[in-house]
């Protein structure tokens, strides 16, 4: 079992060019969430998703960020249209059921390291 | 609204020196409190977990310890060690929900 997996490490787009960030949760783990670290600052929850769904996105800006989690495969973050405030380094946690329902922790990702030039 | 916060935000020490990190948190409804290292441009590693019901969970020179009535805990590091040396974050989930809140962290840098 290789943890949870994000690729790719390091993105480097343009001003108004499209971000995808993956990521594959360990195994058996149903329940992803995606966090953001600007630099020099604490980490901050996006959003909440399980298979095909979408259960919080509170922290997810309103426009140009969307997430999902489908059936087959990795989980994507993706950003439209980045702009340079979207430099930073996104997380993702996997757990194995619903945290509200079980008391575990998260086990993170590498995480990918997104910069905007 | 829970905060979590994290003092000092910087820490040097020389070489096995015994040294506490400090985290409070406002809402004391918590399910659990978890303590994560994480390296410069790397991913974050999970050091200790305690469950709301503890008071103290330990990992070899790692101690960590919970008062959810006042709303801290500790990081306790003896004999540190210039591999220490790494962002250390304290991170709260509050009952009733599922999203876990980060400090800012306490950058830790231990002198050979």
């Known amino acids: 079992n290789a943890g949870v997996m994000q690729n790719p490490r390091h993105l480097v787009r343009r001003r108004g060019q499209e971000a995808r960030l993956r990521c594959s949760p360990m195994?058996?783990?149903?329940?992803v969430y995606w966090y953001r670290q600007l630099p020099e600052e604490g980490l901050k929850f996006m959003v909440y998703?399980?298979?095909?769904?979408?259960?919080?996105e509170s922290g997810m800006p309103k426009e140009r960020f969307s997430a999902e989690f489908p059936k087959e495969g990795p989980s994507i973050l993706r950003i439209q249209q980045v702009v340079r405030g979207d430099s930073a380094a996104y997380f993702c946690?996997?757990?194995?059921?619903?945290?509200?329902?079980?008391?575990?922790?998260?086990?993170f990702g590498s995480g990918t390291r997104l910069t905007v030039v | 609204k829970q905060e979590v916060t994290q003092i000092p935000a910087a820490l040097s020490v020389p070489e096995g020196e015994n040294l506490v990190l400090n985290c409070s948190f406002t809402?004391?409804?918590?399910?659990?409190l978890q303590w994560f290292r994480q390296d410069p441009g790397k991913g974050l590693t999970s050091l200790l977990l305690?469950?709301?019901?503890?008071r103290e969970q330990t990992s070899g020179r790692l101690n960590a310890s919970l008062d959810k009535s006042s709303g801290r805990s500790t990081l306790y590091i003896a004999a540190s060690q210039p591999g220490d040396s790494a962002t250390y974050l304290c991170?709260?989930?509050?009952?009733?929900?599922?999203?876990?809140?980060f400090g800012a962290g306490t950058r830790l840098f231990v002198k050979a």
């Open positions: 305690i469950q709301s019901s503890q």
């Open positions: 946690a996997s757990s194995p059921q619903s945290i509200r329902t079980v008391n575990y922790g998260y086990t």
């Open positions: 998703l399980q298979k095909e769904n979408i259960i919080d």
């Open positions: 195994k058996g783990h149903s329940h």
């Open positions: 809402d004391s409804a918590i399910y659990n």
């Open positions: 991170a709260v989930r509050n009952t009733g929900g599922f999203k876990t809140i």
